[in-house]
């Protein structure tokens, strides 16, 4: 097997692009096949290298990699006007200066284009001949065989008045040229396919095996797009999750897996990604479920590694401590900051949370009474410092809300942290007893 990878670089790679690499790429892997790299940069407006970089970029941190490639499809004009001419040379195309409207005004009256074939013109721009009678069928491996009638197709146009040949000719010669086997791609590219099989007619040559993914849709049951969120491959890393998650949840949206279970290793993608076994209809992107297999992924990690991450993620360093003691509680790496931050930023000022957690009568007395305890406590450790804390709880007949919530938002400034005792231990006995006596001394 053979597959491909054809992104035209006009945007960041979203997320319905990052899902036909990855199942490519899957299927390469999985068959002991080859993967090419080709980009179709035949829109030279758009295809910047500043968006061919964010391709790459893109790939490399899904780390998918391949290989043969990357190919520029605009490097290989001079092949795409070979093939051109080879066609011109039998007859299977034919030059016109005919416009779109000429045609459509032709069709209205005569009821086909194929008046416009009389005579091959000097000049104008180029046309695939398409047969008078007949039919063209896709034998789609995912969505079964669909066919196009010919008396229903324009003869398409396949090169311009200066020889610059469209999308539909210079794929079908790439893919021709590269031995490409299957070509997996979304659906939207559906409409493409008989013009791409027409031209591989034309020149006598085998075309690949057609296989269209059903498109993404959001949670709401629209087509993908960024009011549901995330819409590319950049956003969901500079969101925190981790490439293996998103790898993982994006291969299951529509690939027929079991239903029972969630995750996989990329090896085991490989092994069971098939294309009879993917759904014709559209899969649900739906970030809750991302966030959800990210955070079992980021917990999965070694404390080592994760800190790793989230000091890259961050730009920080000597994470370590509050990496441990936060790391159940979130879900992203961009989670982190907001838990743990206080603990190198100091407080946050959330006026609203001081107010209400200080409104409980009794509070200012339970936190003097905590900065008393904690100020004798030996040794400081987590054991001894919850000791100390639930001690006071059972001395005064006291809640929580009258001493965990106060020493809380004294030390983080807001009533989200890791766990208090683990929070205390970690800032240390002078750190957390300065923030103590400010959260008093504003209280008071």
Known sequence: MKVRFAPSPTGALHIGGART??????????????????????????????????????????????????????????????????????????????????????????????????????????????????????????????????????DPVIARADGSVLYNFAVAIDDLDAGVTHVVRGEDHLSNTPKQLLVFEALGERAPIYAHLPLLHGPDGKKLSKRHGAASVQELRDQGYLPEAVNNYVALLGAGFDPEREYFTRDELAERLRLERISRSPAVFDERKLRHINGHYLRELPVEELTRRLEAFTGREGLAGAVEISREKIQTLADFWPLAGFFFDGPADDEKAFAKVFGVEGAVDGLAAARDALAALEPFTQEFVEAALRGLLDANDWKPKHVFQPVRVAIAGTTISPGIFESVALLGRDETLRRVDAALARAR
């Not at 068959?31 to 295809?47: A, C, H, N, Q, Y």
């Not at 011109?88 to 000429?102: I, V």
């Open 21 to 154: 690499a990855l199942y490519n790429w899957l299927l390469a892997r999985g068959s002991g096949g080859r993967l090419v790299l080709r980009i179709e940069d035949t829109d030279r407006e758009r295809s910047t290298p500043e968006n061919v970089e964010q391709i790459l970029d893109a790939l490399r941190w899904l780390e998918l990699d391949w290989d043969e490639g990357p190919v520029f499809q605009a490097a290989r004009a001079e092949r795409h006007a070979e093939a051109l001419q080879q066609l011109l040379d039998a007859g299977h195309a034919y030059r016109t200066t005919a416009t779109g409207d000429d045609v459509r005004a032709w069709k209205a009256q005569h009821g086909d284009d194929r008046g416009f074939r009389g005579t091959s013109e000097a000049e104008g721009a180029v046309r695939l001949r398409v047969p008078d009678e007949g039919e063209t069928v896709v034998h789609d491996a995912v969505r079964g065989d669909a066919s196009f009638k010919h008396v229903h197709l324009d």
